[in-house]
DNA sequence: GTTAATGCAAACTCTTTGCACATCC
DNA sequence: GGATGTGCAAAGAGTTTGCATTAAC
């Protein structure tokens, strides 16, 4: 751990896409903008907030754009997506590795310290030679509002 | 732990559908008999071993049936379903509770002890309150084989 | 005989792809 | 100007649903 980063570098999104010869679009920096503000959104729900900052009559990247630039943003290793169960993944920013932990009730993402699974990533490096990749984590449960609804209410 | 089953117990699908009132069909019995000998399997693959099974000519359960009875095998408490990340989730019997460990690279699916997330589980319930669904838990990673094999080939 | 379950087909969600046009360098 | 990126539309997985027919009890 410890990269000793403080808090964003200057504007990482045209230096990684110079080095490699792509190119700094409006869409690529407005999806980026989109992940970083909206925490744990879907591609379904960071288009939806460029169609909105975009305002009617103003042009959003399409569909298309959006999912091809999670794809590169986090070739680049800016973003990261976790998949929480069916359906959509979430990105957010690269920033800080974290855990998720989501309520399969109701659906709320918490996050963890990523040394909550140091342990087990030992031991299962020790056993069976597996790299655990925390970002990519998401664990899966019941959060303790849901718990306890579940508790007062009856079963059928 | 032990209820001391050795094998499986008698017909639990049987008296279990029974007491809630429906009925014990072929299908039924056919897609749990898949899932407990595919371990790891997809709904999709659960499919296509019920039309192995049945030959050409032989009748095997609808895709829809399939998904129905997959849902219901997982109500009764029989089966369980991981999501490994994106694609179909997969289903296997539920008699032992086991974590899975997923490899991003090559898609290899190992198991793990339910004890692994022990201290894992204790923190989130001491400090958020929140359940771990050890069953429904994916780690994932890299397996040794995919780590070596990244370290000897170009980075491009 | 009555209700539940199946099969079929169609709809639905989420994501990817092909290709002409526009854009960045 | 030349390659990269975008938008559009269509195709593709994976899953769900409505409804007539079939099967369990």
């Known amino acids: 751990m410890g990269h000793g980063h403080g808090g964003q570098d200057a504007a ?8 490699r010869g792509l190119r700094l679009t409006a869409q ?10 909206l925490e744990h959104a879907t591609p379904e729900a960071i ?16 569909t298309s ?22 359906g959509a993944p979430v990105y957010h ?3 800080h590795p974290h855990l998720h932990v989501v309520c399969q009730s109701c659906g709320e993402i918490a996050s963890a310290a990523p040394d909550l699974l ?9 056993d069976l ?16 509002a849901c718990r306890e609804r579940a508790g007062s209410e009856p079963s059928s």
Chains 1, 2 share one sequence.
Do not use: I
């Open 12 to 19: 990482p999104l045209a230096e990684r896409l110079r080095a």
């Open 118 to 126: 140091d342990s087990a990533a030992e031991r299962l490096a020790a």
């Open 47 to 62: 288009g939806a907030r460029l169609r909105e900052e975009a305002g009617p009559g103003g042009a959003a990247p399409d």
């Open 28 to 37: 690529r920096q407005r999806v980026l903008a989109a992940v970083t503000a």
């Open 129 to 144: 030679g597996f790299t655990v990749d925390v970002g990519h984590v998401a664990l899966s449960g019941t959060c303790r």
């Open 93 to 95: 920013a690269a920033e």
């Open 65 to 86: 754009t959006v999912y091809r630039n999670l794809e590169l943003l986090e070739r680049l290793g800016l973003v990261w997506h976790t998949h929480l169960g069916k």
